[in-house]
């Protein structure tokens, strides 16, 4: 009596992680990077020193972590999707319909985030890690919906390092154009466009050679 499934167990870990994140975040932005310590976090969340320490390994991964997808949870709507369909026509559409589902003050808190990271480079390693770790887990899905192999085929590999990069490129555009928050899933959607169709050289180009 009163012990609790392994389903709320990790809901209530997954609740203490985005806590922490999210603190995390709210006080660099109020602050910056460099005035913000792990004691300050973990008050700010309600939690221990040591709960922040055991949730993240430093406060840049802990920012990094702060509003972003679990990548089950994408993985799970990339196998929802039809079997027969590209992949990268997949994750274009749960991509962007991912940034339909935010309201635009979400988006504009993903902005300010993306500019602490043009701000402070030690932020930078962590979102390059959190990138390859989504990468490996789409590259397994790519390979198990195409019947390939990640360890003997080069098509799981360049599906999902294209869908990476499809998504760093529109989100990098987007952050250092200034460019509306509206316009982001244009961007990402463009992405995908452009790999599909073989990345054609744009018509207005200087031709060269």
């Not at 079997?83 to 274009?92: F, M, T, V």
């Not at 989504?134 to 003997?152: K, M, Q, Y």
Request: net charge negative.
């Amino acid at each position: 009596m009163g012990t609790e499934t392994p389903g709320l167990r990790e809901l209530k870990k997954q609740q203490t992680r985005e806590s922490i994140a999210d603190a995390a975040l709210d006080l660099t932005l109020e602050k910056g990077l460099e005035n913000v310590t792990i004691e300050e976090i973990a008050k700010v969340a309600f939690v221990s020193p040591r709960t922040v320490s055991n949730y993240f390994l430093c406060k840049e991964e802990a920012i990094v972590a702060a509003g972003t997808q679990p990548s089950r949870t994408l993985l799970g709507e990339f196998e929802d999707r039809p079997a027969g369909e590209h992949p990268l026509c997949s994750l274009r559409a749960l991509l962007s319909d991912f940034v339909v589902g935010h309201s635009p003050e979400e988006l504009e808190l993903s902005l300010r985030k993306m500019d602490l990271s043009l701000q402070y480079p030690s932020l930078r390693p962590f979102e390059t890690a959190r990138f390859d770790e989504l990468e490996e887990s789409l590259r397994e899905a790519i390979a198990t919906r195409t019947g390939t192999s990640v360890t003997t085929d080069l098509y799981p590999w360049l599906a999902a390092a294209a869908a990476i990069a499809a998504v760093k490129s529109a989100m990098q555009l987007w952050a250092t154009a200034a460019t509306s928050t509206h316009g982001l899933r244009e961007l990402i959607e463009e992405a995908f466009d452009q790999f599909s169709a073989g990345l054609p050289t744009p018509p207005n180009s200087v031709a060269t050679g």
